[in-house]
């Protein structure tokens, strides 16, 4: 009987533990997704801005037609399109 009572202490302290260490890992693992979270919604937000300021740069198109240039702005574009598609849609 005692020793079923002392294997269960060992077992319950050994249990509580592990679940006390596996809540501290899940609250660091949290706190870096929170911080991910908010380095991307930066990100987003500097993605709509460049966009929108390439657009408002562009609206004449006399960067388009100039050759070296048009072929630099082309480029810019289109690396501005591939971003467009890493945009989170939270507020943006």
Same mark, same amino acid.
């Given at each position: 009987?005692?020793?079923?009572?002392? +294997?269960?202490?060992?077992?319950?302290? %050994?249990? &509580?533990?592990?679940?006390?260490?596996?809540?501290?890992?899940?609250?660091?693992? $949290?706190?870096?997704?929170?911080?991910? $979270?908010?380095?991307? #919604?930066?990100?987003? $937000?500097?993605?709509?801005? #460049?966009?929108?300021?390439?657009? $408002?740069?562009? +609206?004449? &198109?006399?960067?388009?037609?100039?050759?070296? %240039? &048009?072929?630099?702005?082309?480029?810019?574009?289109?690396?501005?399109?591939?971003?467009?598609?890493?945009? +989170?849609?939270?507020?943006?």
């Amino acid at each position: 009987m005692i020793l079923t009572i002392i +294997t269960l202490l060992l077992l319950i302290c %050994v249990l &509580g533990y592990t679940s006390y260490n596996l809540l501290k890992k899940n609250e660091k693992c $949290e706190d870096i997704i929170l911080s991910y $979270e908010e380095h991307l #919604s930066a990100l987003s $937000e500097l993605i709509v801005f #460049s966009d929108k300021k390439l657009k $408002e740069i562009d +609206t004449k &198109g006399s960067f388009e037609s100039d050759d070296e %240039v &048009g072929f630099f702005f082309k480029h810019i574009l289109f690396i501005q399109e591939e971003l467009n598609k890493f945009k +989170t849609n939270k507020d943006v």
